[in-house]
């Protein structure tokens, strides 16, 4: 397996990949009585930031790729094998961003999906401040741009619904 799949990808699940025997379904895993594997449909981790100026501006990033490539996003990533979510998150804006940070605290943790119809994600957020570096758009960003709390874009030109829903959660407003 590549990915975790999903709960509905694993309902048309009918034969174990590693033995060939029928499966029992759960309704977000399956099992072979044959061989003993089980599989879960487990959501990937995420962690990002709300990385705000002295002025109150959250930075925001255009994605580069798919899926909501062009769209607004906020900086951060997927959890490696083996990591914890402070350090993919020092990583991710390193890479994407080329700037050192300071966590704050944990504003949320919010289930999405990975663009429509993909894996399911667990997505952390935190506040945090930039201790050294200039923001540059890399890696997956095409660009990016320091926005007012009070005057985000509007919600339809977000990546994904649990980018807004953290940012609502911590007092942004949206523009119509």
């Known amino acids: 397996l590549d990915r975790m799949p999903t709960a509905e990808e694993l ?3 009918r034969a174990c990949p590693s033995c060939g025997a029928g499966l029992e379904h759960d309704d977000a895993s399956v099992s072979c009585p044959s061989c003993g594997l089980s599989v879960y449909a487990n959501p990937a981790p995420t962690a990002s930031a709300l990385l705000a100026d002295r002025d109150g501006r959250v930075l925001l990033t255009r994605r580069a ?13 997927f959890v490696d094998e083996g990591e914890d979510a402070l350090t993919t998150l020092h990583r991710e804006l390193r890479e994407e961003l080329g700037v050192e940070i300071e966590p704050g605290r944990l504003v949320g943790s919010l289930p999405d999906r990975y663009g429509e119809g993909g894996p399911w994600t667990l997505n952390f957020y935190w506040e945090a ?10 890696d997956d960003v095409a660009d990016l741009h320091w926005f007012p709390r009070e005057a985000l874009p509007p919600r339809d030109e977000f990546a994904f619904r649990n980018t807004v829903e953290v940012l609502e959660l911590w007092g942004g407003r949206f523009r119509s």
């Open 11 to 13: 309902a048309g699940w």
């Open 65 to 77: 790729g798919e899926p909501g490539k062009g769209l607004w996003d906020l900086p951060g990533g």
């Open 129 to 138: 401040r930039i201790v050294s570096g200039a923001p540059a758009p890399a």
